[in-house]
């Protein structure tokens, strides 16, 4: 298996909701990430975990809460979204060596209303 | 995080050559030379990366300059499904993390 999967493919929340994105690899990667993508812009990193401890966040507002349960599984939370949180949300993965490249999911495409 | 300079956008014909730049002039000697690319609605896909010398893989080559500010990616016979938005990213040398610039949109004429 040499895929990151993310589900769902899309995703419609009210202001008010709460609801998790998912991602799942099976690769045996040690670190994976989450990434923010406007139409027409280049992916913005959120949050990385490296060996199931986060490692980097990029600042991200609170409203979005990362959990990574185990080695495969990357969850992202999403609580009292804006409008403008609307966007593709990537997950990639990667061995955590630097000489690796990165996997990235097809990503979760959310509308906030 | 050490930027990277691409041009926005690139035109080239299908079953050619392509050459891709990438200015990096403020890399330090740990950064790596990533590339990815990223189809409409899809999520970006590597391509090839290294540090130093060149390197060649199914995709594409990577020619890196002697003092490493600079970076070529050879994609050697464009096909159709070659257009897309590539990026050149520096893997910062302090962690691991890639920091996508804003890339350059390739088009394949037929």
């Known amino acids: 298996d040499t895929e990151v999967t993310q589900t769902p493919k899309h995703l419609v929340m009210g202001m008010t909701n709460k609801k998790s994105l998912k991602c799942e690899q099976h690769?045996?990667?040690?670190?994976m990430y989450w990434y923010k993508q406007k139409a027409k812009k280049p992916p913005e990193l959120m949050f990385v975990y490296s060996y199931e401890k986060l490692s980097i966040n990029e600042s991200v507002p609170s409203r979005f809460s990362p959990e990574c349960p185990n080695s495969s599984l990357l969850n992202l939370h999403l609580h009292a979204l804006q409008p403008e949180d609307s966007a593709l949300y990537l997950c990639?993965?990667?061995?955590?060596?630097?000489?690796?490249?990165?996997?990235f999911g097809s990503g979760t495409r959310l509308t906030v209303v | 995080d050490a930027k990277t300079t691409q041009p926005n956008s690139m035109e080239s014909n299908e079953e050619e050559p392509v050459h891709l730049p990438c200015n990096h002039s403020?890399?330090?000697?740990?950064?790596?030379i990533h590339w990815y690319r990223q189809l409409p609605s899809q999520g970006p896909e590597y391509v090839i990366h290294g540090l130093t010398s060149n390197v060649n893989n199914r995709m594409a080559s990577l020619a890196i300059a002697e003092d490493r500010k600079s970076s070529t990616l050879i994609l050697h016979r464009a096909t159709l499904r070659d257009a897309a938005v590539y990026y050149c990213?520096?893997?910062?040398?302090?962690?691991?993390?890639?920091?996508f610039g804003q890339g350059t949109r390739l088009t394949i004429n037929p």
């Open positions: 403020t890399i330090s000697g740990t950064d790596y």
């Open positions: 690769m045996g990667h040690r670190a």
């Open positions: 990639a993965s990667s061995q955590d060596l630097r000489q690796a490249g990165y996997t």
């Open positions: 990213i520096l893997e910062y040398g302090g962690a691991q993390k890639l920091v």
